[in-house]
């Protein structure tokens, strides 16, 4: 038996080619990619311009999921939303939800668990499962935009994973959701955040589209870095630096560095000088994140705080960022899948994964 199509993930021309070869008109193509994407219908039956026939055999040749909300938890004083979704093989990711006034921005996941085990971030120490799917991501993002009731202005992919070891899907997926035909995200309202994979920043620089780059940074000597991020070893600060202002020669655009301060860590005087010479040439932003506390908790406003001062000191341009969603555990670095993952991954696993991931 044929595998069903996965018709959430089709651009609009693979559309037209699979309506085609069903021997529909080409019409039904685009309200089917209309229902799909921008009414966000989460099965077959909700496509109501097909007739009950034409369902029916699209039901025998594809299939439209959408995660399932396996939770919730709300966070009124910081207008924040923890969402545990659950995929089609029961796996567990987060989506956070934040809004600001009358706009929403949606902090997504794009791999189930992370195989790049930051020190300061919960996903790291859960392991790393599975990437997720182009439409796995769609449909992460279209159930809480219907939980919700109205249009979400700004997607992040900075949740659970590495969109950079993704790179397929997460680009499919940007795709489909600034497909004007679709769901119509202006590409400046998306924000892909990785810890610095090279080759995939450089890559980035020729697809032509206008996202914002943020690379988490952490640390602006190799030494703190390596061991607060392990794939700093991979690649190295010079090596990511200059990726960075690669890509910023062919798009112009300017990278936010991401800065998670950790006490005694990384929050030197030796850092900031660093980051000074480091950053020399770039059109850049830092955002001072201050530490979130994995199990949730008072993040380290304090030292966030003393941090941006040196930076002010320094001539760095920077801003720092409220921490959003701490409380319910839903800031950065606290994302750990809820439930599923309160079994956690054994540590030779663990290790396995860095090593295949982290190689060159
Ligand atoms: S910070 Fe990002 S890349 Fe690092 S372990 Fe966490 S999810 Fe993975």
């Given amino acids: 038996m044929t595998a069903k199509a996965d018709a959430l993930a089709f651009l609009p021309e693979e559309m037209r080619t699979f309506i085609a070869d069903l021997g529909w008109e080409p019409y039904r193509a685009d309200q089917i990619f209309k229902r799909l994407h921008a009414k966000m219908a989460s099965s077959i039956d909700e496509i109501s311009e097909l007739s009950l026939a034409m369902r029916a055999l699209l039901k025998q040749k594809a299939v439209i999921e959408h995660p399932v909300i396996a939770g919730r938890t709300v966070s009124r004083e910081e207008a924040t939303v923890k969402f545990l979704l659950r995929l089609a093989d029961g796996k567990n990711i987060e989506a956070v939800l934040m809004h600001y006034n009358k706009r929403s921005s949606l902090c997504i996941s794009s791999q189930v668990g992370c195989p790049l085990g930051c020190s300061f971030c919960a996903t790291g120490a859960m392991g790393f499962s599975r990437n997720m799917t182009a439409s796995e991501i769609m449909g992460e993002i279209y159930v809480v935009a219907k939980a919700l009731g109205r249009r979400i202005n700004n997607i992040l992919y900075m949740g659970m994973g590495e969109p950079f070891y993704n790179y397929e899907a997460v680009m499919r997926s940007i795709r489909l959701l600034t497909a004007p035909e679709g769901y119509g995200l202006s590409q400046r309202q998306i924000t892909v955040s990785t810890c610095g994979i090279v080759p995939e920043i450089k890559r980035l620089a020729t697809e032509g589209i206008q996202i914002r780059l943020a690379v988490s940074l952490h640390a602006a000597t190799d030494e703190v870095r390596s061991t607060i991020m392990p794939v700093n070893r991979v690649y190295p600060l010079s090596v990511l630096i200059s990726a960075c202002k690669e890509y910023q020669a062919g798009t112009g655009r300017r990278i936010t560095f991401e800065y998670t301060v950790i006490p005694s860590v990384n929050d030197g005087p030796d850092q900031i000088r660093a980051l000074a010479v480091l950053l020399r040439g770039l059109k850049y932003h830092i955002n001072v994140i201050p530490l979130n506390p994995a199990g949730g908790g008072r993040p380290g ?36 899948g809820d439930k599923t993952f309160s079994a956690r991954q054994p540590e030779q696993d663990r290790k396995e994964d860095k090593k295949r991931w982290l190689k060159k």
């Fill in 301 to 336: 406003l304090r030292e966030a705080l003393l941090f941006s001062k040196a930076l002010d000191s320094a001539g760095l341009i920077y801003t720092l960022r409220q921490s959003r969603g701490t409380t319910v555990g839903g800031g950065c670095g606290q994302l750990a």
